[in-house]
C-alpha cells in the first residue's frame, strides 16, 4: 500500500491551503497518521500527528494555532488545513502512517509541494 498526498501548490503570505492523504488502497487502520515538511537543502521534520483512534493533534510548536490536522471521512485518510502561512513554511509535504505494533512511521507519501510567495 501507498499514500497518495493532495492539496499543495502556490499561495501568498497569510493564504490558506488543505492537504489530504490516503492509502491507494484499502488497508487495515493505522495507528496514527502524520505529516512532515521538507525544505530545499534541510532535513525532513516533524509538523503534526494525530492517532486514527481519537483525540486531539500533535504538532510542532512553530504551526500551533495555524495548522489543524484532522481524520477524514474515510478510513486512514487524513487532512492538514494550513491557515495563516508563512514564507518559511515553504517546504514539500510528506505524509505518513504507523501501524499497530510499530515504534515509528513506515509508509510515505511522495511528498507534495507548498510554495508561500511574501
Known amino acids: 500500500v501507498q499514500l497518495q498526498a493532495s492539496g499543495g501548490g502556490l499561495v501568498q503570505a497569510g493564504g490558506s491551503l488543505r492537504l489530504s492523504c490516503a492509502p491507494s488502497?484499502?488497508?487495515?487502520?493505522?495507528?496514527?497518521m502524520g505529516w512532515f515538511q521538507q525544505a530545499p537543502g534541510k532535513e525532513r521534520e516533524f509538523v503534526a500527528s494525530i492517532s486514527m483512534s481519537g483525540g486531539s493533534g500533535e504538532y510542532v510548536d512553530s504551526v500551533k494555532g495555524r495548522f489543524t490536522i484532522s481524520r477524514g471521512n474515510d478510513q486512514n485518510t487524513v487532512i492538514l488545513q494550513m491557515d495563516k502561512l508563512r514564507v518559511e513554511d515553504t517546504a514539500a509535504y510528506f505524509c505518513a502512517a504507523r501501524r499497530f505494533g510499530r515504534s515509528k512511521f513506515e509508509l510515505w507519501g511522495q511528498g507534495t509541494l507548498v510554495t508561500v510567495s511574501s
Open positions: 488502497r484499502r488497508t487495515d487502520r493505522f495507528l496514527r
